[in-house]
Nanobody, 128 residues
Framework: QVQLAESGGGSVQAGGSLRLSCVVS????????VGWFRQAPGKEREWVAS???????YYAESVKGRFTISQDNAVNTMYLQMNNLKPEDTATYSC??????????????????????WGQGTQVTVSS
């Protein structure tokens, strides 16, 4: 069973930065794509970014140039560096992992159904 645990959320002012972490444990070798989603109160879940085993990264337009996704396979941890945060970035951020996939595209990376395992989420609040 693959388990994911996020950390690093908090409250910052607009223009500030946060780094989220997601530790993947269990049969993590069975996964090869991990990503971040977020959900604000009263809104639908929104894809943020993903990274495939090849190192290829994918970003939503709303965060491109401000957020960076990365992973450290030695410690089974994925990161989301968030810079120049805006109030509209306020949401609960969850990490997700897919079972082994032969290939990845931007469209596939952005679909929640691509992912089989989810973390509980960590809150990010950005004040103006």
């Amino acid at each position: 069973q693959v388990q994911l645990a996020e950390s690093g959320g908090g409250s910052v002012q607009a223009g500030g930065s946060l780094r989220l972490s997601c530790v993947v444990s269990g049969y993590s070798s069975n996964t090869n794509c991990v990503g971040w989603f977020r959900q604000a109160p009263g809104k639908e879940r929104e894809w943020v970014a993903s990274i495939f085993e090849t190192g290829t990264t994918y970003y939503a337009e709303s965060v491109k140039g401000r957020f960076t996704i990365s992973q450290d396979n030695a410690v089974n941890t994925m990161y989301l560096q968030m810079n120049n945060l805006k109030p509209e970035d306020t949401a609960t951020y969850s990490c997700a992992a897919s079972r082994w996939l032969d290939y990845m595209t931007g469209s596939r990376a952005s679909e929640p159904t691509t992912y089989n395992y989810w973390g509980q989420g960590t809150q990010v609040t950005v004040s103006s």
